[in-house]
């Protein structure tokens, strides 16, 4: 059974940082594609960044330098260091992984609230 658990949600101030961290277990993740998402009431869940399984990064415009995404696979573990963090930013993280050439390979974690004050 393939878990995954995220940590590090929190309150903070506008420009301050957070990191968040997703830890797997029940498969091997050093081929999975990993990625943050978010969430607010009311609105569709969205992309923030994703790591592929060969290091590549992808991150959604309003999050670009200022959101780092990184893996390490010896400890089945994907973090997302936010720096310079805005209201905006305040949502429910979601930690997600998927397979190449499995569809049905999709998993989600319980998700953390970070929560940003202006």
């Known amino acids: 059974q393939v878990l995954l658990v995220e940590s590090g949600g929190g309150l903070v101030q506008a420009g301050g940082s957070l990191r968040l961290s997703c830890r797997g277990s029940?498969?091997?993740?050093?081929?999975?594609?990993m990625a943050w998402y978010r969430q607010t009431p009311g609105k569709q869940r969205e992309l923030v960044a994703l790591?592929?399984?060969?290091?590549?990064?992808n991150y959604a415009d309003s999050v670009k330098g200022r959101f780092s995404i990184s893996r390490d696979n010896a400890k089945n573990t994907v973090y997302l260091q936010m720096n310079s963090l805005k209201p905006e930013d305040t949502a429910v993280y979601y930690c997600?992984?998927?397979?190449?050439?499995?569809?049905?390979?999709?998993?989600w974690g319980q998700g953390t609230q970070v929560t940003v004050s202006s």
């Open positions: 029940g498969s091997i993740f050093s081929v999975n594609d």
């Open positions: 790591i592929t399984s060969g290091g590549n990064t």
């Open positions: 997600n992984t998927r397979r190449d050439g499995r569809p049905g390979y999709d998993y």
